[in-house]
């Protein structure tokens, strides 16, 4: 009920492609769904999130799609370029007394030029 | 402003031998979450702090496992007789108020036990 499935586990995409990561979840007390993304040797930096209340989010290249009915979300990152090679983590929670994010296994990205 | 600080940045011990990570939360986050992070697996939540509320311990994997937040800022997670199995990067991240999801890491200890 706690996981939080991610994949894939690494993706390889050409220099303006499209990367797309998707997550699924059982605990639909889930309330909050960010995306962090984290840089070798670096802490985890948040990088867009949505509520269920919404089925689409984007700030610049980076969209978040959200289907609440199959609880599963996404996301996109258009026009994909080397320095986003990273790695993206999916996360949720339930907001409450704690709002502790249960994440993802992580998705390894790496963007050819 | 400064972010999350975290010492030290990498740690070798030896297997039996307690270890200390500190963080240095945000000024002025009330919110804090130690998470662990192994090789090849996501963050594993392991214990939270807010203001001066009892802490949710409910991540942490064993009674070896302790933390402390002193003063409502730094916080110390202690790991008694390290195993082998407690490798991996600890991470701190710090939140400003119950109203405000955004969780701000920092650069995390990278913890190897021989």
Redesign the interface.
């Known amino acids: 009920q706690q996981q939080v499935k991610q994949s894939p586990q690494s993706l390889i995409v050409q220099k303006g492609g499209i990367s797309i990561i998707n997550c699924a979840y059982e605990n639909t007390a889930f309330d909050y769904f960010p995306w962090y993304q984290q840089f070798p040797g670096k802490g985890p930096a948040l990088l867009i999130a949505i509520r269920p209340d919404v089925s689409e989010k984007k700030e610049g290249r980076f969209t978040i799609s959200f289907n609440k009915s199959a609880k599963q979300f996404s996301l996109h990152i258009m026009d994909s370029q080397p320095g986003d090679s990273a790695t993206y983590f999916c996360a949720a929670s339930n907001g409450g007394a704690t709002n502790k994010l249960i994440f993802g296994t992580g998705t390894l990205l790496a963007v050819q030029p | 402003g400064a972010g999350?600080s975290q010492s030290p940045s990498n740690k070798v011990t030896e297997k039996g031998k307690d270890v200390e990570l500190r963080c240095d939360p945000i000024s002025g986050h009330t919110?804090l979450?130690w998470?662990r992070q192994s090789l090849?697996?996501?963050?594993?939540?392991l214990i939270?702090f807010?203001g001066n509320s009892a802490p949710?311990k409910s991540?942490l994997p064993s009674d070896r496992f302790s933390a402390e937040r002193t003063g409502g800022s730094v916080s110390t997670l202690t790991i008694q007789r390290t195993q082998q199995e407690d490798s991996a990067v600890y991470?701190c991240?710090s939140?400003p108020d119950?109203g405000q999801?955004?969780?701000?890491?920092?650069?995390?200890t990278r913890l190897l036990v021989l």
């Open positions: 999350v919110a979450y998470y090849g697996q996501g963050l594993e939540f939270y807010q949710d991540g991470l991240a939140r119950r999801e955004t969780q701000y890491f920092g650069p995390g």
